[in-house]
């Protein structure tokens, strides 16, 4: 008899717990990025953080939470395959040098900076990032624990570890001074080293490999890169390929790696080849932004030539700066400026910010798209982006894996 009652209080207890968990979205658009078109009155059942049913008949079960955005429109989470969260750089202070950046701020203040720019991309609707490193030793390997176990609010993290590239990295040292730019980059010029790179940046919690391939008079070539691909490989990572010229671009394309960052010069010869590869480009076009005459024209003619060429693009921005009256979020939405300026179809732009990022990122069968058995990362603007693209500035909804962050 107690057991028979105690059965029953269980399957009454479980009963409501997963009428609790039930969320009901209604939207009054619902936009997506992969058709390029946009539903109306659609209803979007979340259970467990997870999309479970989504249509204009689907019913509301009694006891659901409802939330009603029948006035705005609804898309999927965005992507930002290109971030730095545990790097902050002060104009004034670094004098617009990150090398003063990574001496002025211990790792312990970087992580923080980590907590704070996860938090604000994900308010500014960025539901899942990219952080290709420069986060000193490991700084943003402990945020993405913390955002993992809900310790913390932010978008899903993939990050990068310690960028592996030849002596030197990024900066220019002295040779007194040797050190300067460690942790920041391991060094690696042997094959030896490129193992030891690859291994303990893995070791320590990245979650893809980034090299830098060409800050340098000495370059990787497109073997030493293909030797990096093959080791990442092994335990399951892609390669994020820094190239700043030509030359860089084009050894990291012949090598196929999972993408180029930034390519700003890239040829229509290198774009055709990293497209025939099956590399995608993370063109960081925000850049453009922070530049004038010349050099942000260079930036808009490489996206619009990347586009016309047809290579996948992922969008990804490169945001570092701190600036006044601004968020990493708010700089990282305005990096659609330049794909507007380019010509870049709205429906092109809203794949490489969803789609086209999660595949690269490997996590597009979690999340990216809202459909059943995804993730329920799901922002809502005021206007339909397809008219009005920069109501992607705008977000006024941010549910992350089911749990409403902004409304
Ligand atoms: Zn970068």
Redesign the pocket.
């Known amino acids: 008899m107690i057991r028979q009652f105690l059965a029953i209080l269980f399957f009454l207890l479980a009963h409501a717990h997963t009428h609790a968990q039930t969320t009901a979205i209604r939207a009054g658009r619902l936009l997506d990025p992969e058709t390029g078109t946009a539903a109306t009155n659609q209803v979007i059942l979340i259970e467990n953080g997870k999309i479970k049913a989504v249509g204009a008949n689907v019913a509301v079960p009694a006891g659901a939470q409802l939330i009603d955005l029948s006035r705005l429109t609804v898309l999927p989470g965005l992507f930002d395959a ?1 971030t ?1 969260l545990c790097m902050t750089v002060q104009a004034e202070r670094d004098k617009g040098s990150y090398y003063f950046t990574t001496l002025n701020d211990p790792d312990s203040f970087r992580a923080i900076e980590g907590v704070v720019n996860a938090r604000a991309m994900l308010d500014a609707g960025f539901t899942t990032v990219r952080d ?1 490193g ?1 986060e000193g030793n490991y700084a943003c390997a402990s945020v993405r624990r913390a955002l993992e176990s809900k310790m913390i609010p932010g978008p899903t993290m993939i990050n990068a570890g310690r960028i592996i590239a030849p002596y030197g990295g990024q900066f220019h040292l002295q040779p007194d001074k040797k050190n300067l730019a460690e942790p920041e980059y391991f060094f690696a010029d042997t094959r030896d080293e490129m193992i030891k790179g690859v291994r303990e940046n893995v070791h320590y919690g990245a979650k893809v490999i980034k090299i830098v391939v060409d800050d340098q008079d000495y370059i990787y070539s497109a073997e030493d890169i293909r030797f990096i691909i093959n080791e990442a490989a092994k335990a399951g990572m892609k390669v994020a390929a ?1 190239c700043w010229t030509h030359a860089g671009a084009h050894n990291a394309a012949e090598a196929g790696v999972a993408s180029i ?1 930034h390519g700003p010069v890239m040829t229509d010869e290198d774009l055709l080849l990293a497209k025939k590869n099956g590399v995608v480009l993370v063109g ?1 076009e925000f850049l453009a932004n922070v530049e004038t005459g010349v050099a942000h024209a260079k930036w808009v003619d490489r996206l619009r030539r990347a586009y016309k060429i047809g290579i996948t693009m992922a969008y990804g921005t ?1 945001v ?1 700066d701190a600036v006044e009256g601004q968020t990493r979020g708010t700089m990282a939405m305005s990096g659609i400026d330049p794909w507007v300026e380019a010509g870049v179809p709205t429906k092109a732009l809203l794949q490489a910010m969803t789609i086209n990022a999660a595949r690269l990122l490997g996590v597009d069968k979690a999340r990216g798209a809202i459909r059943p058995g995804l993730a329920a990362d799901i922002i809502a603007v005021p206007e339909n982006p397809l008219e009005n693209v920069n109501a992607l500035k705008h977000v006024s909804f941010v549910m992350k894996d089911g749990v409403v962050f902004k409304r």
């Open positions: 290109h730095h290709v420069n820094h960052e960081t490169d570092i």
